[in-house]
Each structure stands twice: as C-alpha cells, then as structure tokens.
C-alpha cells in the first residue's frame, strides 16, 4: 500500500505546478471579480503604510502651491480668476528664485479676455522653466468630443515628446485625444507633461503611466517633466528602454526608473496628506508669502479645495490631492528612490515554485502537520514581503503564493482522504472474512502496514481438517454441505478470536496464518491456543452433528512455523489475501501424519521452539527431512499458562 519515496514526491510537485498554475491563470483572467488582486492590492498598502519612513518634518525642497478653500474664500469662484492672478504668480517664484514651476491645471484660450492669456503666455515664457499639464483622454462622440488625429494646430510636438523603442511604444496606454488646445501658452512652457492618473480596478492610485502615447508620439509625465526641467536635462540625456527609462546627466551619476510593461512607474508615497509644504494660493497673490521663500524650490500648483474635483484615493487614506502625487513621484525622482514590481514572468515562475514546496510539504506531512507548515509558510511569505518592501524597495506578492499553499493544501489532503477512505474500504472488504473485527479497526487505523503487493514475514501456519470423510457414510448432499458449514464457521470463529487471518477453505480443510498481516506478538502461541480451543470446541459442535447424521467427527491439525509469501493473490477476477512458501507445503505434509501416529494437533520443531513455555508438548518421532537433516515433531497436549 506504501507509495515509494519518488512517486510521492513526482505527485506533490504535479500538485503544485497544477495549483501554481491554476491561480496564476485566476490572476491573469481576473476572475471572482478580480479578488485575488484586490486583495494583493489591499495587503501591499497595508505594508506601504507599515514600512514607509515619513519624514520627521515637512518637505520643504517641494512646494506645493493650494487652491484651496481659503483661496476661493479670498479670490471668488475658481471659474471666475482672471488670468492675470496666473502670471502674477509666476513673476513672484521668478523674482524668488524658483529652480522649476509646474502647473497642475488645465487652461483653456479665453474668448474674452484674450489680453490677459496674453500676460500669463508672457510670463510663462518669461520664468523660462515652467512646466504646463495636458491631458490624454479618450473620445466622447455624445459630448462631440471626437478622436482627433494629430495634436492641436500649431502645438510644437517635438519639442514635448520623447523617443521610445517600438518594443515599448505600442505597449503604452494609448489616447484619442490632447488636452488642452491652447498652444500658445503651452509652447511658451519649457515642457508639457501629462497629467494622467491610472487608478487600479479598485480605485487606488498605487501607479502613474510615466509614459503615455497619442498620435504615435509619446508623453513623459507631469512630474518627469518637472524633474528634468529641474535639473537641466536635454531629450539626449533620456534614454527609454522595456523595464526602465534611463537618465543619463552630464555630470553626475545615472538614474534608472523602473517601468513596467505599460510603462506605468509605483509610487512611492512618502507619508499623508501635507507630507510636503502647502501654501495658499491666495497667499501668492496677496502677498502674504515673501518671494525669497521660493529660492532653489520647485513649486507646483494645485487644487485640494474638494469642489474642483482632483482627489484621489491612494494606499494612505482615501481622498488625497492629485497635485501632491505629482509631488511624490517628483521627490523620488530627486531622491532615486523606487519601488520594484516583478515582471509577470517571473510572478508567474515564483507561483509554480511555491505550488511544488507546498506539494512536496504537504505529501510528506500528516493534516495537522500539514496545517502548522502552511501557517508557517503564510507567516514566512508575509514577513518577507514586508522585508523585501521595506528594505531594497520590491512588491513580492504575498496572496497568490498563500492561496497557491492553501489551494495545494486543499488538493493533496483530499486527494489523500479519498486514497485513505478508498484503501480502508478495500482493506474492510477484503479482510472482514479473514481476521476479527478488533484486528480490523487496528488495521484501519495504519493501513499503511499493509503490503498486499506481497511481503516475507515469519508466521505460524496452522492447517485443520475432518479425520472421517463424511461422504464415506453415504450421506444426503444438503446433509454434507449443512455439517460442514457448520463445522467451518465454528472453527473460522474460534480461529479468529484468537487473532488468527483465514487462509482458505478446501472441503473440510481450513488454513489459517498467525502473525499476518499485523504483528500479534508471539504468533506460535497464539496458534496453539487457537488449535486447543477448536478441539474444545468441537466437542460441543459435535451433537449438532450427529443430529444432521455425522456421528463422532474427528479432526487433524497441524501448525508449522516459518517465512512465508503472503499477498493478495489470484487473478484479475478472483483475488484472496493467502500465503505461500516452504512452510506452507510442510503444514499440509504435517497434517496426515495424525493418523500415523493417533495424535490430534501435530508441531513442528520450529513452532515448539517459539511457544517454548508456553505449552505442554509431548514428542512423537524424529523425521529425516530432504536434505538429510531430523526434524522433531510434538505433540500439543495443553496450553501451559
């Protein structure tokens, strides 16, 4: 019954490929609404929010100019600011000294008021390092906002975009349309950056498309441009490649940003809401915040007043600024800071990986074994999640690995419940006509020592049959087959009471094996106390007999000790759990001799020996055996217990 070693360890990582497989594919279908990835989504904020170090104090090198309540307070309605307050605003940070300004807001060309366009062009162009937002959207044929098949008229699309190999160009999050078309105010800006948000399935901002393509050009984002406005960058010192967009300064050492295949960059979140400097807006333009604050400070503008409809839900709380993401990937670009996701291949390889160790794990291990590694895996995998995140900044999943485990839990200890119900069902069939139902339950319990492919075990046969033939009497048939049921279920009781295993029948004949297929201690005792108690009992089968016309039945028994073969033996449609062997054909040359020498219940010199005290024997002669040896034989008077 054993599985050997290699098949048990062949089917455990079957198992795991199967079940590594099976959750990758779940995973890749988004299936059960996609709750293995919200979940991995859920835990990997949860361990941002565990293992991100905010800083001690404000970050002051970024500043983030608010629209905020106290500005629409102050200055009226969004809708209704003159554009006059945007180029008062940036010739404030010019005359501070503002190393970079981006605007994250979305301007129209005035109709009405075309002189003051004019003044925030002019100032735009005067600061010389302002960085304006587009947006990349899709078209709204109900809001006749139709796909548009090049940028704007007169939009300098050179200037704005980036080279990117094919292999990743056509990989990108693509659009249908450019916003805003107001080119002269964007062509005065140093550079455009998309402003572009990509929220995952349940709504959290974990990732920004770092690049996006429309009209087979590409777009860096916002905060890119920002970065490389900043630090004096040209297009030449940018090189994008699959997995990562490569920045090579001229003084100063190289900046690697890991993209994926969309080429959408995890951000780093450096803390909640105002981790960075805020200052009203209002504040600016009324002069309440003195130019020279803004010296060597990049400064972005935007709106966390909740009317204006720009924010977001992000891995720290729920409603969260869109400007101040901007600002996030823009301070982990300045402090080379990232965060790492594996590629799909390699979750892909890592699933099928974790499938095999629990497959092996759980083939080799008891349930409640089973049960404490799987614990202990889950805690392993969730510990090196948070020290992988923590530590060299990489997103390894946790919950496809612990539901593969749990899947492969799940697969091997049904599989083996079902192997182990099927193999007591068989053993309880096959055995509840040979052994005691006691034996049966012991059986049941270790199924696994038993071998019905075979085994060599040392037993003690016992062989016994009826010394007068019936049928020498000229009895009626019925009577026959009536006595001998009789006398064969009398004898099978009193042989199994005393944890004997039915061999066979043979006519009168009925054999019987004592130490297989489970250890009863001293099988030879135990044989000779079975043959004493079927000689008592037939003194009480015997007027039951004689009823039926069998009068003064008679039996010979022999038992002889030894190895024998025992298996289920037979064919493909007849088998029996039986022995053969030496000691099996010695039994049966045994059993005659009580005739010869009047005896009832014959041993042999092996079977004597290992009951030694426990019996009272007498001996009976001295037989030359085949190869020229004597072999003594006894006979078993009584048990001497």
């Known amino acids: 019954m054993a599985i050997r070693p290699l098949g048990k360890t062949t089917s455990g990582i079957l198992t795991g490929l199967l079940t590594g497989f099976i959750i990758w594919l779940v995973q890749q279908l988004g299936l059960f609404g996609g709750l293995l990835e919200n979940m991995e989504s859920a835990s990997y904020d949860w361990r941002i929010r565990q293992t991100t170090e905010v800083p001690a104090n404000i970050v002051e090198d970024i500043v983030i100019v608010d629209i905020d309540g106290r500005s629409l307070n102050k200055l009226g309605a969004f809708s209704q600011w003159p554009r006059t307050h945007w180029a008062k605003a940036l010739e404030v940070l010019r005359e501070g000294g503002a190393k970079a300004v981006g605007l994250d807001v979305l301007f129209d060309e005035s109709r009405r008021f075309p ?148 080429g959408q960059m995890l951000v780093y979140y450096h803390g909640p809401f105002k981790t960075f400097r805020y200052i009203s807006f209002s504040s600016l333009i009324l002069g309440e915040t003195r130019p020279e604050f803004f010296q060597d ?161 040392n037993t003690t046969i016992l062989l016994a049959a009826w010394a007068n033939d019936p049928d020498e009497q000229n009895l009626d ?59 008592a009992e037939l003194a009480r089968v015997n007027p039951r007999l004689q009823k039926k016309g069998i009068t003064d039945l008679q039996q010979f028994i022999a038992i002889c000790s030894g190895q024998v073969t025992i298996g289920n033996l037979g064919s493909d449609m007849l088998f029996c759990y039986s022995a053969y062997g030496e000691t099996v054909d010695r039994v049966k040359e045994f059993l005659p001799l009580n005739e010869t020498y009047k005896t009832g219940i014959l041993l042999d010199e092996k079977t004597t020996a290992l009951a030694a005290d426990g019996i009272v024997v007498r001996e009976v002669d001295v037989l030359k055996t085949d190869d020229g040896g004597d072999e003594r034989i006894f006979e078993l008077l009584e048990m001497s217990e």
Request: with cysteine.
């Open 115 to 262: 002189e003051e366009d004019q003044q925030f062009i002019d100032a735009t162009r005067r600061h010389g390092a302002v960085v304006h937002a587009i947006v990349l959207t899709g078209a709204d044929d109900d809001n006749y906002l139709y796909p548009m098949s090049r940028e704007p008229d007169g939009f300098q699309t050179s200037r704005f975009t980036t080279e990117t190999p094919d292999v990743l160009k056509y990989h990108l999050n693509s659009f249908e349309r450019l916003e805003p078309a107001f080119t002269d105010l964007l062509n005065a800006a140093r550079r455009v950056g998309t402003v572009n948000l990509a929220p995952d399935r349940d709504g959290v901002s974990r990732k920004i498309p770092m690049l996006s393509r429309f009209n087979e050009h590409v777009y860096p984002t916002f905060a890119l441009s920002i970065f490389l406005n900043k630090m004096g960058l040209r297009d030449s010192d940018i090189t994008v490649h699959p997995g990562r967009i490569e920045i090579q300064p001229r003084d100063g050492q190289a900046l690697f940003i890991p993209i994926d295949d969309a």
């Open 477 to 535: 048939p019925k009577k026959t087959v009536s006595a001998l049921n009789d006398y064969l279920t009398t004898m099978s009781k009193t042989i199994l009471l005393n944890k004997g295993t039915l061999d066979h029948y043979q006519g009168s004949r009925i054999q019987a094996v004592f130490g297989a297929p489970l250890d009863i201690g001293n099988h030879a005792v135990a044989a000779c106390r079975a043959a004493l108690a079927m000689k």
């Open 297 to 457: 400070k990049v400064v972005i503008f935007g709106a966390s007043a909740p009317g204006l409809n720009d924010l977001r839900e992000i891995p720290w709380q729920a409603s969260y600024p869109g400007v101040e993401i901007h600002a996030n990937v823009l301070y982990q670009l300045m402090n080379d800071r990232f965060i790492h996701e594996w590629s799909g291949l390699q979750k892909f390889f890592y699933l099928l990986l974790y499938g095999i160790i629990s497959g092996i794990v759980f083939t080799f291990l008891r349930p409640y074994g089973g049960m404490i590694a799987g614990i202990v895996m889950s805690l392993l995998t969730i510990a090196a999640g948070f020290i992988m995140l923590a530590g060299p900044g990489v997103w390894m999943p946790i919950v496809a690995p612990i539901a593969t485990m749990a899947l492969t839990f799940m697969v091997r200890y049904t599989s083996r419940y079902s192997a182990t119900a099927r193999t007591r069902r068989n053993i309880r069939t096959l055995f509840s006509s040979h052994i005691s139902p006691p034996m049966v339950s012991d059986l049941l319990r270790k199924p696994e020592r038993l071998k019905l492919d075979g085994e060599r075990r």
